[in-house]
């Protein structure tokens, strides 16, 4: 079965940081590119960063550039995101994504595999 299951959201405060993981299976890691999205509640879904298949191009959204860090192990069909400095705006479900196309900027081309979601919240 061809999946990609996240872990890693919860309850943050305003400041501090988490870690997502996206762990694949079922198909041939190394040969998509991978995504984050996010959505939250009341509005569209949109992109965060996009690390492509051997990791030599990475893109962020201008929202989270210096804050988020995106990661992928293709030894271990794994991607991550590392999120810092964590604002109350950033309160989404996150969700990684697979594409066999390439990044276009910051989002996958033709996402062929999602996730389930992570749900992140920012509150004090």
């Known amino acids: 079965q061809r999946q990609l299951v996240e872990s890693g959201g919860g309850l943050v405060q305003p400041g501090g940081s988490l870690r997502l993981s996206c762990a694949a299976s079922?198909?041939?890691?190394?040969?998509?590119?991978i995504g984050w999205f996010r959505q939250a509640p009341g509005k569209e879904r949109e992109g965060v960063a996009c690390?492509?298949?051997?990791?030599?191009?990475?893109n962020y959204a201008d929202s989270v550039k210096g804050r988020f860090t995106i990661f992928r192990d293709n030894a271990k069909d794994t991607a991550s995101l590392q999120m810092n400095s964590l604002k109350p705006e950033d309160t989404a479900v996150y969700s990684c994504?697979?594409?066999?196309?390439?990044?276009?900027?910051?989002?996958?081309?033709?996402?062929?595999?999602w996730g389930q979601g992570t749900q992140v919240t920012v509150s004090s």
């Open positions: 994504a697979a594409s066999n196309f390439y990044c276009r900027g910051y989002v996958p081309a033709l996402v062929n595999y």
């Open positions: 079922g198909f041939t890691f190394d040969s998509y590119a």
């Open positions: 690390i492509s298949r051997s990791g030599d191009s990475i």
